[in-house]
Every structure is written in structure tokens, then in C-alpha cells.
T-cell receptor, first 112, second 115 residues
Framework: ELKVEQNPLFLSMQEGKNYTIYCNYS?????LYWYRQDPGKSLESLFV???NGAVKQEGRLMASLDTKARLSTLHITAAVHDLSATYFC????????????WGAGTKLIIKP | DVKVTQSSRYLVKRTGEKVFLECVQD?????MFWYRQDPGLGLRLIYF???????EKGDIPEGYSVSREKKERFSLILESASTNQTSMYLC??????????????FGPGTRLTVT
């Protein structure tokens, strides 16, 4: 069964701390997406990781991809309250019609 | 900026009614998708389309149908709404790039309640 597992599913942290969200996927995939969803809102694309070893950074967020380990990480540096949201990863399935398999999402709460 | 719009933000329908959800994108994207999102279940793909008049079933197509008569518009139809179709419905679009698809651009969502 094709699966994408995120952990943790819920994370409460203090401002100023660092933390990492993990995204493991069970299928062969060469493309990994990260999205952010604010409460009551739709999804917004954060990163598209296209190859093994890819690393992308935007502000306090950094995403990386290890296709051999089938693992992507989203690292938060010196968290601020505005980063509170739910974060989803999704893996593109190879040898298919490019369907995405979605993780369940990580709800991140950052306390002032 | 890519814009994906959905016809309604909130919708309340009665059991057995036929329901139409419309999605329009303005960036000439080839691909369009319909998802439903439920607490604890993440996003589940209902149907997608790679081209006009093309449709492919996703993970949970039962009870739904779709129509894509024009490139910019993708409609989701609930033939006979049931209470278990109460959910948030999200439309998305994307385009082809080398090796697959671009990131998906999502509409604001339609929160459908079936009573």
C-alpha cells in the first residue's frame, strides 16, 4: 500500500525553538511537496523538492529530500507564532499518472 | 498570480439533492483536481482531469461525478447528496513540467453541509 506518514501529527512548541517535521513515504518517488494550511483556509504550496539531496529554504523553514531513505524533513528554525498552521507533505508516485499521496498533516502550535 | 476560484464558500443542501460544485482556474493549467478534506483523514482525491473531457477516478469516487467541458472549469457533481458527504471540498490545478506535475494551486474550498 502506498503511504505517506508524517510525524509528529501534533506539535506544540515555544517561540524561539527549533524543530523538525518528518515525512516518510513508502513508494518510489522523485518529487516531494510541502504545503501549509491555516485554520479555515485552503492549502498553500511551500516547497517542491525535485531530486535526491534537494534542499530549499524560505525564511525560517527549510525542507530537504533523501530519496534513498524515502524521507523528507521540514525544519523550523527559531519558531515564531505566525508559523502556527497545519503542514502537509505529499509524494508524487512514479510510474503512475502523477498522483500525489498525501500525509495526514502536522498541526503546529507555536506559543508566544 | 494563479487564481483558483470555487463557486461557493459555504453550502447547505438536503439529503437526496443534486449538488454542483464549480471550480475555475485562470492560468491555463492542464490538470485539475477535486479533493475532500475531513478531520483526521487528510486530503482524499475524488477525481482529477488531465485535459478537457478527460477524467480519472481518484481514491473515493463513489457518489460523485465530474465534468470538464472547458479547460478552465472543472465541476464536481453529487448526484444524490447524503449526510456522509458533508465535508470541505477543495479544488486544485497544476501544470505539466519535466518529470511530472508542478505544485498544485488550491481554491479557497467549499464547506458543504448535507442535512
Amino acid at each position: 500500500e502506498l503511504k505517506v506518514e508524517q510525524n509528529p501529527l501534533f506539535l506544540s512548541m515555544q517561540e524561539g525553538k527549533n524543530y523538525t517535521i518528518y515525512c516518510n513515504y513508502s513508494t518510489t518517488s522523485d518529487r516531494l511537496y510541502w504545503y501549509r494550511q491555516d485554520p479555515g483556509k485552503s492549502l498553500e504550496s511551500l516547497f517542491v523538492l525535485l531530486s535526491n539531496g534537494a534542499v530549499k529554504q524560505e525564511g525560517r523553514l527549510m525542507a530537504s529530500l533523501d530519496t534513498k531513505a524515502r524521507l523528507s524533513t521540514l525544519h523550523i528554525t527559531a519558531a515564531v507564532h505566525d508559523l502556527s498552521a497545519t503542514y502537509f507533505c505529499a509524494a508524487q508516485v512514479m510510474d503512475s499518472n502523477y498522483q500525489l499521496i498525501w500525509g495526514a498533516g502536522t498541526k503546529l502550535i507555536i506559543k508566544p | 498570480d494563479v487564481k483558483v476560484t470555487q463557486s461557493s464558500r459555504y453550502l447547505v443542501k438536503r439529503t437526496g439533492e443534486k449538488v454542483f460544485l464549480e471550480c475555475v482556474q485562470d492560468m491555463d493549467h492542464e490538470n485539475m483536481f477535486w479533493y475532500r478534506q475531513d478531520p483526521g483523514l487528510g486530503l482524499r482525491l475524488i477525481y482529477f482531469s488531465y485535459d478537457v473531457k478527460m477524467k480519472e477516478k481518484g481514491d473515493i469516487p463513489e457518489g460523485y461525478s465530474v465534468s470538464r467541458e472547458k479547460k478552465e472549469r472543472f465541476s464536481l457533481i453529487l448526484e444524490s447528496a447524503s449526510t456522509n458527504q458533508t465535508s470541505m471540498y477543495l479544488c486544485a490545478s497544476s501544470y505539466f513540467i519535466a518529470g511530472g506535475l508542478s505544485e498544485q494551486y488550491f481554491g479557497p474550498g467549499t464547506r458543504l453541509t448535507v442535512t
